[in-house]
C-alpha cells in the first residue's frame, strides 16, 4: 500500500496525536518536521541552533531550511511506502517546493487533511500540553495525563512544557498560520484533494473521520 497524507491545520489542532497512531497502523513514516528541528536542536547541529531561535519566538524557520530537510527525509527508503506529513507544508513556497519534490519521485499526494478547532480550545490544548523529554510523547494535563503526574507512561521519562507552548509564544504562532498557513487551504482545495474533518472530540473518533478521509477503513 502506498498513502502520501498531508495533516494541515493550526498548532495544537491535534495532528502530531493522530498522525503517531495512524501512520503506524498504515505502515508509513510520520514526518514532522517540528520534531525533527526540535531533536536538531537538542543534538546541537548548526542547522538545529539556527533553527531554535526561530522556533522559541513562535516564527517560522525559513523556507530551505525546512523544504532541505524534507527532501533529504523523503529520499530515504522507508519513504517509498508514502507519509504522513504532519506540520509540513506550511507556506505556499513549501507546498510548491513539496509538490517538485514528489513530481521528481514519480509520486504526488492523496489527500491533505485540515483540522478544524476553534481558537479558545487551541489555546486550552497548547496551553495545557507537555511532551516527554526522553520519547517525545504528547500528554495534556487535563484531557490526556500520564498515570502518574509529569512521568511519561511510555519510557517513565520527565515531562516538560514546550518552550513555545508559554503563552506568549502561542499567540504569535497562531498569527502566523493564519497568515502564513492558512492559504494552503485554498491551494489544496483548488486542486479537489482537501477534505476538513471536526478536530474537536474524543482522539478516536477524530481518528475514524480521517481513516474514512484517506479511504482506510479500521484493520479488523
Ligand atoms: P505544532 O505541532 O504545535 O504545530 P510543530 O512542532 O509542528 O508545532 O512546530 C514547532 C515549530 O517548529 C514551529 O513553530 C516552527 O518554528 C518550526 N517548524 C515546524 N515545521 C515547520 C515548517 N514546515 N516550516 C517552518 N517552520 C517549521
Ligand atoms: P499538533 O501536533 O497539531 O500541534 P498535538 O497532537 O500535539 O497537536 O495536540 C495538542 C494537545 O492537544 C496535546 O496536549 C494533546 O494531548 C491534546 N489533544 C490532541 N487531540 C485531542 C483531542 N481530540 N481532544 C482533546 N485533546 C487533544
Ligand atoms: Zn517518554
Not at 110 to 130: A, K, Q
Request: glycine share 10%; with cysteine.
Amino acid at each position: 500500500m502506498s498513502l502520501r497524507v498531508i495533516f494541515l491545520g493550526p498548532p495544537g489542532a491535534g495532528k502530531g496525536t493522530q498522525a503517531d497512531e495512524l501512520a503506524r497502523e498504515w505502515g508509513v513514516p510520520h514526518i514532522a518536521t517540528g520534531d525533527m528541528l526540535r531533536e536538531a536542536a537538542r543534538r546541537g547541529t548548526p542547522l538545529g541552533l539556527e533553527a531554535k531561535r526561530f522556533m522559541d519566538e513562535g516564527a517560522l524557520v525559513p523556507d530551505d531550511v525546512v523544504i532541505g530537510l524534507v527532501g533529504e527525509r523523503l529520499a530515504e527508503p522507508d519513504a517509498v511506502s508514502g507519509a504522513v506529513l504532519d506540520g509540513f507544508p506550511r507556506t505556499v513556497a513549501q507546498a510548491e517546493a513539496l509538490d517538485r519534490l514528489l513530481r521528481e519521485q514519480g509520486t504526488a499526494l492523496d489527500r491533505v487533511i485540515f483540522f478544524n478547532v476553534s481558537r479558545p480550545e487551541l489555546l486550552r490544548r497548547l496551553t495545557g500540553r507537555r511532551v516527554c523529554r526522553g520519547c517525545g510523547a504528547t500528554y495534556h494535563v487535563v484531557s490526556a495525563p500520564p498515570r502518574v503526574p509529569g512521568v511519561c507512561d511510555r519510557c517513565q521519562g520527565q515531562l516538560e512544557q514546550r518552550v513555545d507552548d508559554r503563552e506568549e509564544a502561542v499567540a504569535t504562532r497562531l498569527d502566523v498560520y493564519e497568515t502564513q498557513t492558512s492559504p494552503l487551504l485554498e491551494y489544496y482545495r483548488r486542486r479537489s484533494i482537501l477534505t476538513e474533518i471536526k478536530g474537536e472530540g474524543a482522539v478516536e473518533d477524530v481518528a475514524a473521520a480521517i481513516r474514512t478521509a484517506v479511504g482506510q477503513a479500521v484493520p479488523s
